[in-house]
């Protein structure tokens, strides 16, 4: 998402960060397959792990949850604003039919990091053109 947008020249419009529901990678970079997925794309990925907090909810106009077990945990950290601004991250994908979980790409054969890769790019391709008809950027 963050290549997206200073494709469009938005970085000054638009805030990205992502965080997960669990502590456990906290601090660590993305796994290194998938670096070399995005590098082979041109896309960067130079952020650090980090754990969503009830806070986030007001810093921030979306949430985006990955899959529904995501989704749970983030509603249960607080309902109210969840209800709000907490969104199934593959609704944005044009694409999507059936259930809007990003699958997880360590069970996706040879090519699950490409696959997922190019759905999340989907999705941020979809929430962009959202974000842009929504708001005055």
């Known amino acids: 998402m963050v290549h997206l947008i ?15 529901t669990g ?31 009830a ?22 950290l607080d309902e109210g604003a969840a209800e709000k601004r907490l969104y199934m991250f593959r609704n944005f994908d044009p694409t999507v039919s059936g259930t809007p979980d990003v699958p997880d790409p360590y069970y996706g054969g040879p090519n699950g990091f490409d696959d997922v890769f190019e759905l999340c790019l989907r999705a941020c391709e979809g929430l962009l053109e959202h974000v842009l008809t929504n708001h005055e950027l």
């Open 6 to 20: 200073e494709k469009r020249g938005l970085s000054g419009s638009v805030q990205v960060e992502s965080a997960g």
């Open 23 to 53: 502590a456990w990678h906290v601090g660590e970079r993305a796994d290194p397959r998938s670096q070399e997925t995005a590098i082979k794309r041109g896309v960067p990925l130079p952020s650090r792990a980090r754990q969503f907090t």
């Open 55 to 76: 806070v986030d909810f007001t810093r921030f106009d979306y949430v985006l949850a990955m899959d529904r077990s995501n989704f749970e945990a983030l509603r249960d």
